[in-house]
């Protein structure tokens, strides 16, 4: 963004008698306590391998040749453990777009460590400051703090002068280490409005606002709106399973500017509206134009049209051809590379290359078609209620209507089918960028994790166990078992299912309907245990065959973020056992069903005994994929169950002779 010309000089003129600001609290830099080098641990969570001690931040406009915004942050940790070394190599961002940049400037920082009882400093060099390229406008300043060590106290302090004066840094309260001081203070001339979004779980300590007038006679009438937000004594953000990214619920606030209005001017609104945000995509280069090329693959289309005469066998034949020369790299894009015919010619792109020819050549094959703006699971969650923010996006898809459905299609994964994103794409909304169909669509799974386990097995009174299994994967389990199925080969892939799971030994495994991606994934295998050689007495059973629930995934007493699986599930294990010839069922599992509230799953477990014949039923069904934190505790409990019950075994006990 080209930063503001003179005709700001009144602005500057009355704010620059006021750019050094004072942060109340703040321990001197390079001056540490004994009591901080003395802390062994930090007694609200003494498993913590580190804390922030306190974390300073604060924003100023300053006018030099042209206006520009300065941000100043002072950070120091204690070191408690080796696991925490890694705090001690930090990294600060910045941005550069053209002639416009950020700078990062007046890195300082010491390390003290007591040391027979005297304290030891040692200082951060130079040369030990380097710079690194980490994408297309972004850098990062990086530096590891020198002679850490368990006990250390790192302080560290920077400077950043950024030329894009409408756009303040974000500011993280909350980290993966607890922080016991957090505090972000910003003096903002009034003439510009902006909006401030809090986000994450814990409360402000402190929240304040103030006017203040800048303190330049020229224009006594000017004020700067200063602001003050604290947090105190915040948690460690714990990373846990079935998440997003942490950063959808670390406690932060960010910025977005509304509105500028300088004196004697209208005001400019800044954020705009999906409208206007459309109509620019519509018109860049690497978006919308990339739309109407198409000479490139007009033969190839020509060709499916002529075999295919029914649109859902086009739409199906166009995704495959684009899935099958299409070699996506790694990279989530909203804007492509270069062009879509380069991607076409080296058969290669980004999300945005490869999705953008997707929709390019269904709008010319004469489908209802458009681009979908997408933000994916580990780039965080977009709020729909947020003024307009294209960078809050990193991914496209495409999107179709067919026969009154609407479909979601993204020919980066080659293993998924038509309407089905991969599971990265599933999070909350996308934007549909299409001039007279402009909303917010739903990024759903379109097909449960499915897992269907069966297995017939004979037991003989030696302990030994001999029999056939069968797993059968449907939706999104079947892709992830064929995508690692690809990744490590065939003939690899089944070596390892043939290998021991506890006492059970799986071989001559088979894999079927590997390549018909409409149809469940099947893998055949033989099953065998050896038994002690000798007549047993009494026979003991794992039912679940080494398969079951070992460790529950929730292991916070508390969690304040939401359970996001991504896909609802649906695991069925059936296992019919025939027990040897005078014995009978001393100990068997009692048949029990849980259900989560809501209807949001159930677990059943079910036990049947006839005759010589045991069958064992497991059935785990969760039916939504995002639970909150309200009902935590029920599914952590509900997965407690499971493993209880799935840890019981089967006695078999040989039957006396009755006189």
């Given at each position: 963004m080209?930063?503001?010309?003179?005709?700001?000089?009144?602005?500057?003129?009355?704010?620059?008698?006021?750019?050094?600001?004072?942060?109340?609290?703040?321990?001197?830099?390079?001056k540490?306590?004994?009591?901080?080098?003395?802390?062994?641990?930090?007694?609200?969570?003494?498993?913590?391998?580190?804390?922030?001690?306190s974390?300073?931040?604060?924003?100023?406009?300053?006018?030099?040749?042209?206006?520009?915004?300065?941000?100043?942050?002072?950070?120091?940790?204690?070191?408690?453990?080796?696991?925490?070394?890694?705090?001690?190599?930090?990294?600060?961002?910045?941005?550069?777009?053209?002639?416009?940049k950020?700078?990062?400037?007046?890195?300082?920082?010491?390390t003290?460590?007591l040391?027979?009882?005297?304290?030891?400093?040692d200082?951060l060099?130079?040369?030990?400051?380097?710079?690194?390229?980490?994408?297309?406008?972004?850098?990062?300043?990086?530096?590891?703090?020198?002679?850490?060590?368990?006990?250390?106290?790192?302080?560290?302090?920077?400077?950043?002068?950024?030329?894009f004066?409408?756009?303040?840094?974000?500011?993280?309260?909350?980290?993966?280490i607890?922080?016991?001081?957090?505090?972000?203070?910003?003096?903002?001339?009034?003439?510009?409005?902006?909006?401030?979004?809090?986000?994450?779980?814990?409360?402000l300590?402190?929240?304040?606002?103030?006017?203040?007038?800048?303190?330049?006679?020229?224009?006594?009438?000017?004020?700067?709106?200063?602001?003050?937000?604290?947090?105190?004594?915040?948690?460690?953000?714990?990373?846990?399973?079935?998440?997003t990214?942490?950063?959808?619920y670390?406690?932060?606030?960010?910025?977005?500017?509304?509105?500028v209005?300088?004196?004697g001017?209208?005001?400019r609104?800044m954020?705009?509206?999906?409208?206007?945000?459309?109509?620019?995509?519509m018109?860049?280069e690497?978006?919308?134009?990339?739309l109407?090329?198409?000479?490139?693959y007009?033969?190839?289309?020509?060709?499916?049209?002529?075999?295919?005469?029914?649109?859902?066998?086009?739409?199906?034949?166009v995704?495959?051809?684009?899935?099958?020369?299409?070699?996506?790299?790694?990279?989530?894009?909203?804007y492509?590379?270069?062009?879509?015919?380069?991607?076409w010619?080296?058969?290669?792109?980004?999300?945005?290359?490869?999705?953008?020819l997707?929709?390019?050549?269904?709008?010319?094959a004469?489908?209802?078609?458009?681009?979908?703006?997408?933000?994916?699971r580990?780039?965080?969650?977009?709020?729909?209620?947020m003024?307009?923010?294209?960078?809050?996006?990193?991914?496209?898809?495409?999107?179709?209507?067919?026969?009154?459905?609407?479909?979601?299609?993204?020919?980066?994964?080659?293993?998924?089918?038509?309407?089905?994103?991969?599971?990265?794409?599933?999070?909350?909304?996308?934007?549909?960028?299409?001039?007279?169909?402009?909303?917010?669509?739903?990024?759903?799974?379109?097909?449960?994790?499915?897992?269907m386990?069966?297995?017939?097995?004979?037991?003989?009174?030696?302990?030994?166990?001999?029999?056939?299994?069968?797993?059968?994967?449907?939706?999104?389990?079947?892709?992830?078992?064929?995508?690692?199925?690809l990744?490590?080969?065939?003939?690899?892939?089944?070596?390892?299912l043939?290998k021991?799971?506890?006492?059970?030994?799986?071989?001559?495994?088979?894999?079927?309907?590997?390549?018909?991606?409409?149809?469940?994934l099947?893998?055949t295998?033989?099953?065998?245990?050896?038994g002690?050689?000798?007549?047993?007495?009494?026979?003991?059973?794992?039912?679940?065959?080494?398969r079951?629930?070992?460790?529950?995934?929730?292991?916070?007493?508390?969690?304040?973020?939401?359970?996001?699986?991504?896909?609802?599930?649906?695991?069925?294990?059936?296992?019919?056992?025939?027990?040897?010839e005078?014995?009978?069922?001393?100990?068997?599992?009692?048949?029990?069903?849980?259900?989560?509230?809501?209807?949001?799953?159930?677990?059943?477990?079910?036990?049947?005994?006839?005759?010589?014949t045991l069958?064992?039923?497991?059935?785990?069904?969760?039916?939504?994929?995002?639970?909150?934190?309200?009902?935590?505790?029920?599914?952590?409990?509900?997965?407690?169950?499971?493993?209880?019950?799935?840890?019981?075994?089967?006695?078999?006990?040989?039957?006396t002779?009755?006189?």
């Open positions: 080209k930063a503001i010309s003179t005709k700001l000089l009144v602005l500057a003129l009355c704010i620059a008698g006021a750019v050094q600001h004072a942060v109340a609290q703040a321990p001197k830099f390079g540490v306590s004994e009591e901080e080098l003395k802390m062994r641990m930090y007694d609200k969570d003494t498993s913590a391998a580190a804390v922030i001690l974390d300073f931040g604060s924003t100023r406009f300053i006018y030099t040749n042209e206006l520009q915004v300065v941000f100043e942050r002072h950070l120091r940790i204690k070191i408690f453990k080796k696991s925490a070394y890694d705090w001690a190599d930090i990294v600060v961002p910045y941005y550069v777009k053209g002639t416009d950020e700078r990062v400037t007046n890195v300082k920082g010491y003290f460590n040391e027979k009882g005297q304290v030891q400093k200082k060099e130079n040369n030990s400051v380097f710079d690194e390229q980490t994408s297309e406008n972004w850098l990062a300043k990086k530096f590891t703090m020198p002679n850490v060590k368990e006990g250390s106290v790192i302080d560290v302090s920077y400077t950043v002068t950024s030329d004066v409408y756009n303040l840094r974000d500011w993280e309260f909350q980290h993966s607890p922080t016991v001081w957090s505090e972000y203070r910003a003096r903002i001339p009034e003439y510009f409005d902006y909006k401030f979004q809090m986000q994450g779980y814990n409360m300590y402190k929240s304040e606002t103030n006017r203040e007038a800048a303190g330049n006679s020229a224009s006594p009438d000017m004020q700067n709106k200063a602001y003050v937000w604290a947090m105190k004594d915040v948690p460690a953000l714990k990373e846990e399973k079935y998440i990214t942490v950063r959808d670390q406690s932060r606030i960010e910025f977005e500017l509304q509105r209005q300088y004196p001017q209208a005001p609104i954020t705009g509206d999906w409208s206007s945000v459309t109509s620019d995509l018109l860049a690497r978006f919308g134009t990339q109407k090329r198409s000479g490139f007009k033969e190839e289309l020509a060709s499916i049209q002529g075999k295919y005469k029914t649109k859902p066998e086009q739409l199906a034949a995704f495959d051809l684009v899935k099958s020369r299409m070699k996506w790299n790694g990279r989530g894009a909203i492509a590379d270069a062009t879509i015919k380069k991607a010619d080296e058969r290669t792109g980004n999300s945005a290359d490869i999705n953008l997707l929709t390019s050549m269904l709008l010319e004469g489908f209802d078609a458009a681009p979908v703006l997408v933000s994916t580990d780039h965080g969650r977009v709020r729909a209620a003024p307009p923010m294209v960078s809050k996006f990193n991914y496209v898809v495409a999107h179709v209507k067919l026969d009154g459905k609407e479909l979601l299609l993204d020919a980066t994964d080659p293993l998924v089918t038509v309407g089905m994103l991969p599971a990265r794409c599933l999070n909350g909304q996308g934007r549909l960028i299409k001039k007279d169909d402009q909303r917010w669509v739903d990024l759903l799974p379109a097909a449960n994790s499915t897992t386990f069966s297995a017939a097995l004979t037991i003989n009174g030696k302990g030994e166990i001999i029999g056939t299994g069968r797993e059968s994967a449907g939706g999104y389990r079947a892709l992830n078992m064929r995508k690692s199925i990744e490590e080969g065939e003939s690899k892939f089944t070596e390892s043939a021991e799971v506890g006492d059970f030994k799986m071989t001559k495994p088979e894999i079927k309907n590997l390549n018909n991606l409409g149809d469940a099947d893998i295998y033989d099953i065998s245990v050896s002690s050689g000798r007549s047993n007495d009494i026979i003991y059973l794992n039912p679940m065959l080494g079951g629930e070992k460790e529950n995934p929730f292991k916070l007493t508390e969690r304040l973020y939401p359970v996001d699986f991504a896909t609802p599930i649906d695991e069925t294990y059936i296992c019919s056992f025939t027990i040897p005078g014995y009978e069922v001393e100990e068997a599992p009692k048949s029990i069903a849980v259900n989560l509230p809501e209807n949001g799953g159930r677990f059943m477990y079910m036990v049947q005994h006839e005759g010589n069958q064992v039923m497991s059935k785990v069904n969760i039916n939504k994929p995002v639970f909150y934190a309200p009902e935590y505790q029920y599914l952590k409990e509900f997965f407690n169950q499971i493993i209880a019950k799935h840890a019981e075994q089967i006695v078999l006990k040989k039957a002779a009755s006189n």
